[in-house]
């Protein structure tokens, strides 16, 4: 609705900086200087760049400890990539879902472009960043994402009608302990990232859009 | 970290379907059908469609009545358009942060795309849309979303002290006027919005990327 | 159960002033000149005098601008006044309910005289203030206050059990629209008024007891 | 601001019935036979009739049992009529704030009439109820009720800086008591007339406006 | 998991002191002088010595006033130890899953080891403070319990469908009241143990274990 | 204040049966059959029979699925065992604290004995289960459970103003990681635990009392 010339973009942007300039120098708010990679994450971090083009941010900020690092990795892979009866869009929807509960930017940023990806959709990324309850959904997914932000919120409400209703929209037991694995994952995740003012790489914004 | 080959994004559209196909079509849950223009809105949705190369689906909503429409746009064009102490893009950060606290889709997508446009800083639509207190702002900026997004928590608790602290960040009383009506108004509009499933349009998602 | 003797009440007056002594001369905590009113808000005054006998604070706040005051108005009447399937104590019972929930002073005070004065039931007006569930309710009126107080708390979970059970309470499309634009018009007023603790004219106090 | 006439009073009235036609017949949603009042409680409730002109139905909820009966007399003539550093006004302003923070419909009209009548000021007895951080309120008064309301809705963040405040507003120890002592009692209250859906006296909403 | 040497163990209670070291010493945070006991209060102290083996902490803290006292007694008899459909336990459990809703200190200590001790069963004890939806309860008490705490945190919400539950779920209407006075009275005393700071008595801890 | 014979508590006994009879048995709602342990895995759990006396039941849980069980061992040994600038104790206090937020049943118990057993004090368990604002902390120790307890209820508050506390009370940026990592790794833990219906192991209850 609004007119929207040049010049006000450009003196706009003058006045701001762009709002993000230094989040791939300065990736959280601690000083916690990086430690040598093991050969196993040096290894780990190449594969991030050639599939990825570049390293998570997330995995700089864990790589001032080699074991918090490789602890981390390694119950990130399992959780998000491993076989499971949850496709790993699914798991990145409800990352997605489960970082808007908590607002968290760090993972909104980075898990919002995986949904992108994964679903070729950019609108389902934004959805589950905005809003899951505004997305057409099936009913499985639907119950899924239910399940995953009431635990957020209110994990002492979760009782056996939650898993009931899991288990009405097709999910076996293993897959109910899939879903709520990867919520506490993230609810993890949300809170380290918070609580360290921690930047996603910049690149993140612009993939498949 | 995931390695996303076409093959499993192209089922995943197939499951899907784009997330928002008709959301161009489909604007509301509510069978309303538009009334014929009044000669004002008729050019004013000329302009939209000139400027923007569209008419924001809002519009198209209100249009089953042509009185409510005008006084909508009416009152949209002062609070978001007329001369203010705020700029434009400070208006359009407070409907982002209203609406984030809200978890409003319509508004997200339309006015997060608004600070992307205005900014020419597409990540400082992304902060404004995940958390504000993420984003680097100045003093004043600050102020002012504090301001708003306590107004639209808890607006019972909104005292003295909280416009002192706006006027200690350079505000005058006109300009913590138009904070207020600002915010107050997407608090209006993001219900409405809510309680009609209203679909913000598809072209709103890939602008100022 | 208390003796209430007159000395305690004159003792208690004299140590707390009364409350209101300066709501109909400091109308809000901000300084902004009125100015002089437009030919058509000249109007509007007057004939706010003749009915109601006096010109609602709120007039006078926007009075500082005839732009807003003008595009309020206009929102205002053809709100709560123009024809709709909801009845104009319909709309004012909305009004309280949804002020109740933000607990702004201003518009419980202006909007609970509005129903005890159209329903000529006093104690109605407390309930809807008080807590609306208290109220022996129609089963149309209960879902569309239960819908209007859930829209101002939680905007985001409204969906379509929402919509379908003012459906099935006997509410058309276009009521739908109407209770959620007059939800939506008074979480925008709530908040116009706590920011700027705006104060009732202190004639609505003693109306329709 | 509506024009009102009295022929939509009286439609409206027709429609919903007054509001609280049956409250002084049907106390509770709980059917409790009243027992044969003790010699004490007789003299009370004569007491009751002579001052104040009726017997408050919170009694006559509590007559199915002269044990229940007794102990919440005795200890509700204690908080609110005994001796104390707080005045008896003071005590009836906690009753309301809190019973609002709760939105107890019985304790709102029942007290709110008590601040009215006490302060021979109406107009407190409404900022009481709707939200009595708008009230032009002495330190000491607004310290006292900060504190009450704090106390009903987060009792576990209460802590020594909460007292500490409430000493350096002029209260002594015994004050804090009586201040902890009168919100407890309206919680407990509120939620036995929450529980049983009480309703008031209905000659409570007219008196001292 | 961990292991624990005694070296740590020593250690960490240097730098702790005992967490409760004078808690039956100074009782609450207010400076209030126990008056000389009334004989039936006297009497009361004597009963709880010789049965319990202490008087518990909360009888001392009353103790600056008999009136108070002799109300906080009565009340609490009559409420938890008169006849009543509800078992002495079960008054016990509500008295716990309240004040878990509260977080009251005082009460979670002192009523915790009243249901280990009335139950038998140590664990009770531990499920009703930590979260009483994760204890195996017959229908009849977690329809209690969940009218209960209901009660406690939204006592505005509770209505005729709460109490056609616990109907359904076998209590009487007398049975009812008994579920909101024992609630009720727990709210009351979480907040003038929460307000005051008061401190169980360290017997507490071990009993029943 | 009551009096308790033995044959009250036989009855209630017999009426509950034990609230945890079953939970060293049945260890989450979800059935999934334990694999084979892997050698490291099976040296643990030796590990854990010798130092322990028995297995958590959080690894049979996790025994499923050798991966699983294996990251989450490796993570949760790191965290909470590894050197770091906080005291094994104090990494526990946080655990209690942050599973009280949350509510969660297993985590409470198994830590809270974690608490008492480290800190040789068996209140200490018992307020960081129920409040630990009413623990008598050092400052530093506050510091420590203000910043955790507010990272898992409202962790997009964290700002730069949390971590200047925690620096203040004496924590490098290490220990602010640590401190993050551990309250993040329970916000995990109890999710999970409370989607599966997670059983402590009955032997945590009556440890170090």
Aim: with cysteine; glycine share 4%.
């Amino acid at each position: 609705m609004a007119r929207r010339n040049k010049k006000i973009v450009h003196r706009n942007r003058a006045e701001q900086g762009s709002a993000a300039a230094d989040d791939d120098i300065k990736i959280t708010a601690l000083k916690l200087p990086a430690q040598p990679l093991s050969t196993d994450m040096a290894a780990y971090f190449a594969k991030c760049q050639e599939k990825l083009g570049f390293v998570p941010n997330v995995l700089k900020a864990y790589a001032f400890d080699m074991a918090k690092l490789s602890a981390f990795v390694a119950m990130y892979n399992d959780l998000m990539l491993a076989p499971s009866g949850l496709s790993k869009l699914e798991r990145e929807m409800i990352a997605v879902a489960v970082s808007a509960q908590n607002r968290c930017y760090y993972c909104l940023v980075a898990h919002g472009a995986g949904v992108r990806q994964l679903s070729g959709d950019p609108i389902l990324g934004e959805l589950m960043a905005m809003n899951f309850r505004a997305a057409r959904l099936s009913e499985r997914q639907r119950a899924m994402l239910d399940f995953a932000v009431k635990l957020t919120a209110e994990p002492w409400l979760i009782e056996e009608d939650d898993r009931a209703r899991l288990r009405r929209a097709g999910f076996r037991d293993r897959d109910i302990w899939d879903i709520a694995a990867v919520a506490g994952f993230f609810n993890m995740s949300n809170r380290v990232a918070s609580a360290t003012d921690m930047r996603p790489n910049s690149v993140y914004h612009g993939q498949a859009r």
